[in-house]
């Protein structure tokens, strides 16, 4: 065959096994489950879908935290977290993203930060949710209080305006243990790391047990109560 002629099947070729290379990772991707679909219903918290994503809009009139699902897990999932988080004092806006993957939206709380007015802001995540919101929070310090890292880490130095909150499950067997201590380098100066014994990277979700994680020995409502009540702790302080 001519040189050129199979540059030219190359050239067509090489992006189309990218492309469905690509369409079959973001495909195959976690599912909220019957609980998490439980917990998006209304009670003393009004739970409404918007159009960039999630609003729990609970008694708080004061604070509000901007959330970034981890990467290849459906929004809805987190609902059991974020719906009995934000009936304990904290609105929580959930940002949607293509394909389930936070780094397609990242600018994504642009329009929650313009559209409502709070006493204080909060940014983060879960996963890689959680790295995407830091990255947010770096260009907008100015505008936030503090960042909340569910089984996640900063990449880049955080102002030390910021606290941050750091909730790592004991048996996560996902999270990036060198980037971890990498992000406790580049923390604030008001900086709380927690572990949750017998935790996972898995139950800060409603999805299912994800590939690699380590096998959790304590239940999904046990972390999440346990959650909760560092965040609380933390910013009541």
């Not at 830091?134 to 990449?155: C, M, P, R, V, W």
């Not at 996902?174 to 380098?185: D, F, P, Q, T, Y």
Request: proline fraction near 3%.
């Amino acid at each position: 065959m001519h040189r050129k002629k199979k540059w030219l099947i190359l050239l067509v070729l090489v992006p189309v096994l990218l492309a469905i290379g690509f369409f079959a990772y973001v495909s195959d991707n976690y599912k909220a489950d019957e609980t998490a679909k439980q917990a998006l219903l209304s009670d003393e918290v009004n739970i409404e879908e918007t159009d960039y994503g999630w609003f729990f809009d609970g008694p708080s009139a004061e604070k509000a935290l901007i959330f970034y699902p981890g990467a290849k897990v459906e929004e809805t999932a987190y609902a059991p977290l974020l719906h009995e988080l934000s009936s304990k004092g904290i609105d929580i806006f959930v940002v949607d993203s293509p394909f389930d993957i936070a780094f397609f939206n990242m600018n994504g709380a642009d329009k929650v930060m313009k559209e409502y007015d709070y006493d204080r802001w909060f940014i983060g995540g879960h996963s890689l949710g959680g790295v995407v919101g830091s990255l947010y929070l770096q260009k907008h310090a100015e505008d936030f209080d503090g960042l909340i890292l569910f089984a996640s880490y900063t990449n880049k130095q955080m102002p030390d305006s910021i606290k941050e909150i750091v909730i790592v499950g004991s048996e996560d067997g996902v999270i990036n243990r060198e980037a971890l201590e990498k992000g406790r380098e580049l923390a604030s100066s008001d900086y709380e790391e927690h572990i949750i014994e017998g935790g996972n990277h898995s139950q800060f979700g409603s999805y299912g047990f994800q590939k690699g994680d380590g096998q959790a020995n304590i239940s999904m409502e046990q972390q999440i109560k346990e959650t909760i009540e560092i965040i609380m702790n933390s910013l009541n302080d």
